[in-house]
Structures are given as C-alpha cells and as structure tokens.
C-alpha cells in the first residue's frame, strides 16, 4: 500500500526555536494516524508543512504522492483542512460557508450548493443552516469546519485537534462522525493531546515530542513498550506490606513494587482478571486489611510518561475533560 | 534568417483563460462575503453613516465657527469638507487591518490558504470590497456635505477625478492595512487607531500647517493626506490653504505619487507576508 503522507527529516526553525526536529512520518493510504503529543511538542507545526501553509527549513514531503512545496498547487485540490480553530465565518450561515467554499474551490455554482445541502444533512446542520454561524455552539462550529475541509472531497484529511475545547459530550459526536468518515476510505492525519482520541481512533499512533517522533506503533504495540498489566492494591498499614509482597509472590511476573508512601502495592501479572480473583483469594487467608485492590491496564498516559518522564497534560488547562 | 517560434499549445492557452477566470470568481467570492457582512452587521452600517455626520458637526460647527472669525469670513465648511475625504479614506486603513487581522487569528486565512484558490483573489477581493464600501462612505459624506454648504464649483469631470483621487489614495491605504493586518495580533489593533486619528490631524485636512509650529508644518505638508486633500480642493474649486512650498504647489502630482508609491511597497509586502503566513 502506498503512502499518502510522506515525511522525511522535516526541520523547521523559528529563531533558535527548533519547532520541528527532523519529523519521519508514513501514513498509508486509507488509514488514520494519530499525531500525539503535549502542547508545544510540533504537532500543529507539522500538520501546517503538509498542507502547504509553512515553509520549513530541511527534510522533504509529499502528501497524496504530491511534493508538498514544488507540487503545492496541485496539492491544495486534494487535502482538506479543519483547524484547532472552528475557521468558519460567524457572519455568514452554515449554508454560506460550505456554498462559498465550495465555489472557492471551483466546483461550480450548482454543484457547490448541492455539496453544502449535502454536508449540512450528514453533518447534523440542517436545522441551523440559515442562520449565521455567530449563533452555533462550539461542537456546531467544529462540524461545520470539519464539512468545510470536505467540500472537495480530498483524498487526505487533516485534524487538528478536532475537539480541543469541547465538552465531552460534542467530543463523542466528533468521533463518531470522524469514524464515519474514514470508514469511507480517507487518509486521515489526526493530531490530539488527548490519549483516548488516539486509542479510539487511529489505526497507528506516533508520539511525537520536541519536534521528533519519539515512538510510533498501534495503541496495543505502545501499550506493550510499557509492560503489561498489574494489580495495584492500598492496604492500610506498612506493615501489611510486608504480607501482601510475600502473599502474591506467586502471582508475579517481575519484581513486586511500593510506592514511597509505603502502602501501595503494584504487582507485575499477566492472565487478566482471573489473576484478580486469585489474589483476593490469597489475600483472603491473611490478616491483611486492603483498603483497594484492581487490575490496571496501561493506558497511552503511561506510555507518554514511560516515554518523556512526564505525563502527556501536565501544562494543559482543560486535558482532564474527557468521555 | 528563419524565426521557429514553439507553437503555441490551446492547452496551454487555455489554462491561462481559465487561471484568469478562477482569480475573477475567486475575486467576487471573496468581495461578496465581506458584503454579506456589512449587511448582516447593521451596526457597521450605522457607524458609517453617523461618522460623517458627527465628523461634520465636530469641525465644521463646534471648532469650525472659532476658525471662520479667525479666517475672516470665509466659508470653513467649505474648506473642511474635502479635509473630511481625505481623513475617511486614511481611516480605512484600520478597516482592512481590523478585518484581517481577524481572519488571520480565526484561521480563516489558513483555510483560504490551504486551497486551490489564488492568494491573488483573496487578496483582490479584499480591496474590491474595501473599494466599494469606501466609495460609499464618501458618497454619505458627499451628500452631508451639500447638506451644510459644501459644494463643487468646476464641473462634474472634476468631481469624478477628486473622487478617482481619493479611491487612488484608499487603494493604498488597503495594501498597507493588509500588510499590518497580517503582521498586528488582532488585541492590538486598537494602538493602530490612536496611531492613525492623530495622523490625519497632522496635514492640511482640518487648518493650514502654517498655522503650526514649522517643524509640524513641514511634516504636515509632506503627509500625503494633504497631497490628496490640497489637490482635490483645487478640483472642487474649493478654497485651499495657498502654501507656496514646493509640495503645497504640486499637490496634484503628489496626490498621484504618495499612493502609488505606498502601494508600490507595501502590495509585495502584503502579498508576500500573506503566502508566507506562519
């Protein structure tokens, strides 16, 4: 399967601000590849060098089999664009906004409004397509770019941050309607800081940190970089520690760990949730008071943090929103 | 001697028949979302036609009779008004800039940017529009005018070459509100109001600058808004401040040269600064 998006040591610099640090990116056709990472760490830098908008200073790529500086022409009839911004006109209607774009991309005048009646219909806005965009919520914006960038039907899709600032609700429509959409066949870059927006909906996701990807793989291959499952357990004194370690020995399949404050356990295991019954069973036995007791997979917050040494929200205000 | 010239392909005619026809549509489409949102802003209306109005009452009654006893008798209101143009076109400047800057932030350029259409229309559109809601404006400000004594007393050729000039001069004005529209965040545009009233106040649209101190005088003089301002004047037939200065004598030529000048560095620079938007 050929790549539709081709990155190759893309450097950009902004004075001595190395924005992009030598970027590598393949993302075949027809799937989804989510770009993830914290603010600041390119992903927005790297999105705007492959939609021709940045000039970048080293590396080369080309989307959609197209250089995207020397074929950059040719390009901009083929990929779409939806911002971390709703860029969309608050003082024109929804109609008016897909009508336009579509004429801006010399579709024609029939066929520009047949689109725009077409996407408001799928997209949810029929409703609210006469009136000025000033009026729409904030996931009414979103959908209404998202149809903006959809006009021309491009081959390949860029997301950026699709649903940064949307309450959670609006950010499960998101998806579903960004599903919907590759289930047709469009290659779809995706950039999020949230983890489960990757997990959810990327084939492949490269973590991408300081301007350089950092690890790239299927939300189950990075998952497993980060080790497997665990039982994590609080019990109510140090000195049930000591027992509960000695207890579970069994169950373990690497070093036992306890935290600093000396009464959280995290035993390495593998078998899934057989491997919970069987230690409250063992624990049963003793005289050990366990405040909690789980089995914990490792999300992609784990894998930022294995990864960086710092978690994947720290610096953001709104990371914590979520379904 | 045999000259063998390439044929030349239809194809490739064609392609630059059809590339002129894209900046064209493009062009309208641009210029007519900027119309759909004075229409839809009635405030912007508003302020627009209350602009000359109070404009009109400020200088032409609140200062203007102070300045008729000093002036001797003559009419001030009939000196004020092509002063009145002039300051509207130069204020058009924080149109643009406003509006652009907007677009910038809400990353409605980067949308335009990121598609097939020519940075050429977009930006063509923008002047097409600022254009027209200039040529507007003045039209208001014409008819307030003839409201108040104004009037033009050499033809109505003359009128149209005032107006040609004050367009010429609005025409420049849009490339450099352009400019800085694409360089200014949009939380500081405000500076750019208090940077520009004052500059309109530093020309012949309102006294002579020889009522000023000389060193003010002399900027005065080679503001290009008094270029403009002193040439329509004479166009109208209305009466000038008479500076026997060396730019106070060509303000015709000058009223010709500023904006074609302004335009000449800050079209590329505009255009430039749009394409390479980061």
């Not at chain 1, 089999?65 to 009839?77: C, F, I, M, N, T």
Request: include cysteine.
């Amino acid at each position: 399967m050929a790549d539709a998006i081709l990155a190759e040591g893309l450097v950009k610099r902004y004075g001595a601000v190395v924005a992009l640090d030598g970027l590598d990116l393949a993302v075949p056709e027809g799937t989804i590849m989510g770009l993830l990472g914290p603010n600041g760490a390119g992903k927005t830098t790297a999105v705007r060098v492959l939609t021709t908008l940045l000039e970048f200073d080293g590396g080369n790529a080309s989307v959609a089999g197209l250089d995207v500086v020397k074929g950059a022409r040719e390009l901009r009839r083929k990929i779409g664009l939806s911002g971390q911004y709703a860029a969309v006109d608050e003082n024109l209607t929804g109609f008016e906004n897909l009508d336009m774009v579509g004429r801006l991309y010399h579709l024609g005048k029939q066929p520009s409004r047949d689109r725009a009646r077409e996407l408001l219909e799928r997209f949810d806005l029929v409703e609210a397509a006469d009136r000025p965009v000033k009026g729409y919520s904030g996931g009414m914006r979103r959908r209404l770019d998202l149809a903006a960038a959809l006009v021309a039907k491009p081959v390949v899709l860029f997301l950026d941050e699709p649903t940064t600032g949307l309450d959670p609700r609006s950010r499960l429509g998101m998806w579903d309607v960004i599903e919907e959409l590759v289930a047709g066949g469009t290659t779809v870059l995706l950039t999020t800081q949230y983890l489960e927006e990757a997990d959810r909906l990327a084939d492949k996701i490269a973590v991408i940190d300081h301007g350089r990807v950092i690890a790239e793989g299927t939300s189950d291959q990075l998952k497993a970089q980060v080790g497997g499952e665990r039982l994590e357990l609080t019990v109510a004194s140090a000195r049930d520690v000591a027992l509960t370690k000695a207890a579970l020995a069994p169950l373990a399949i690497a070093d036992i760990s306890v935290d600093e404050r000396g009464n959280h356990v995290i035993v390495p295991v593998s078998g899934g949730a057989d491997v919970l019954v069987e230690a409250v069973r063992l624990l049963d036995g003793e005289a050990i008071k366990v405040l909690d007791v789980g089995l914990r997979r490792p999300t992609l917050d784990d894998v930022f943090l294995t990864l960086t040494g710092r978690a994947a929200e720290e610096d953001l205000t709104d990371g914590e929103s979520g379904a | 001697m045999t000259l063998t010239l390439p044929p030349r392909t239809p194809m490739a005619s064609r392609s630059l028949v059809q590339r002129f026809r894209w900046v064209v549509s493009d062009t309208w489409n641009v210029a007519s979302r900027d119309l759909i949102h004075w229409v839809r802003q009635p405030v912007r209306i508003f302020s627009s036609v209350m602009y000359p109005v109070v404009s009109i009452l400020i200088f032409g009654y609140v200062f203007g009779n102070a300045v008729m006893v000093a002036s001797g008798g003559w009419n001030y209101r009939e000196f004020l008004m092509p002063g009145l143009f002039g300051q509207s076109v130069v204020l058009g400047v924080g149109v643009t800039l406003v509006a652009i800057a907007e677009d910038t932030h809400r990353g409605v350029n980067s949308r335009f940017r990121s598609m097939p259409m020519s940075s050429t229309g977009f930006l063509a559109g923008r002047s097409a529009a600022d254009l027209l809601n200039s040529t507007l404006d003045i039209a208001v400000l014409m008819v307030c005018g003839l409201a108040v004594g104004w009037e033009w007393r050499l033809g109505f050729g003359n009128v149209l070459a005032a107006f040609g000039l004050l367009l010429l001069l609005r025409f420049a004005m849009i490339w450099l509100g352009i400019f800085l529209g694409l360089v200014i965040k949009p939380e500081n545009t405000s500076v750019v109001w208090t940077i520009l009233l004052p500059l309109t106040m530093f020309s012949d649209t309102f006294v002579s600058p020889q009522t000023m101190p000389h060193w003010m005088g002399v900027i005065s003089e080679w503001n290009p808004l008094s270029a403009t301002v002193g040439a329509i004047r004479g166009l109208f037939g209305n009466p000038g401040w008479g500076g026997d200065s060396w730019v106070a004598q060509h303000s015709l030529l000058m009223a010709v040269v500023w904006p074609l000048a302004i335009t000449a560095v800050f079209w590329p620079l505009a255009v430039r600064r749009y394409r390479s938007l980061s």
